[in-house]
């Protein structure tokens, strides 16, 4: 089955630098990917929409220049934390869709563990 | 603003049927129901989609009530594996506008 790769699983990092995860789709072009965030016993929160060669979707409440995403082509999106701070610590998780239109499956990244000292 | 509404937890017996209630009163006609879990620290695991009719795969059943506003994942025989969060999502693709939230999702925890 398609599989979405993230990487890294986990990072540690001080506060004041920024980190960035990549969100890659092994083997399907995704035209549309999502990036995710979730605090502990909480659910997923969308944080934007990443369309390939366009600028992304952000929801409201997400500093579009504290979260940089990039979707250059059609197998790879990358999400930037900028200036990371204690408070931006999250399990932060990609999704892509296989065939942008139709009823298909979402597949989900393992997830990065972002940890901020 | 999620569309669908869950109970927050359940529990099972395992080796029994574990059964998921999932509202989704307001979905449209063309919206299809997915069902995904999530288990400790890990990405979200597809497990069954459908549309109206009744549906079933190696991992589960779908039970989508005749008017759509609510449906039931059914895991046949639960294991101790299968404890996690499920979630309930309701999905109306569009080219490059497609918006995909979740609610709150149900714990289940199957009991040994």
């Known amino acids: 089955g398609a599989v979405v790769s993230q990487h890294p699983s986990r990072v540690i990092c001080k506060s004041g630098t920024s980190v960035k995860i990549e969100c890659r789709s092994l083997?399907?072009?995704?035209?549309?990917m999502f990036w995710y965030r979730q605090f502990p016993k909480q659910s997923l929160m969308l944080m934007a929409t990443?369309?390939?060669?366009?600028?992304?979707?952000?929801e409201q409440g997400v500093e579009k220049d504290k979260f940089l995403i990039n979707h250059a082509s059609l197998t790879l999106s990358t999400l930037t934390v900028t200036s990371a701070h204690p408070e931006d610590s999250s399990f932060y998780i990609c999704?892509?869709?296989?065939?942008?239109?139709?009823?298909?499956?979402?597949?989900f990244g393992s997830g990065t563990q972002l940890s901020v000292l | 603003d999620a569309k669908t509404t869950q109970p927050p937890s359940m529990d099972c017996a395992e080796g029994r049927a574990a059964n998921l209630p999932c509202n989704h009163s307001t979905i449209s006609g063309n919206e299809y129901v997915y069902w995904y879990r999530q288990i400790h620290s890990q990405g979200p695991q597809y497990i069954i989609h459908?549309?109206?009719n009744n549906e079933t795969n190696e991992m589960a059943s779908l039970i989508i009530t005749e008017d759509r506003k609510s449906s039931t994942l059914i895991l046949p025989h639960a294991t101790l594996r299968d404890t996690a969060v499920y979630y309930c999502?309701?999905?109306?693709?569009?080219?490059?506008?497609?918006?995909?939230?979740f609610g709150t999702g149900t714990r289940l925890t199957i009991i040994p």
């Open positions: 999704s892509a869709i296989p065939g942008t239109g139709s009823y298909e499956k979402l597949f």
């Open positions: 083997d399907f072009q995704a035209t549309t």
């Open positions: 990443s369309n390939e060669g366009s600028k992304a979707t952000y």
């Open positions: 999502i309701v999905r109306i693709p569009y080219f490059g506008n497609e918006k995909l939230t």
């Open positions: 459908g549309l109206k």
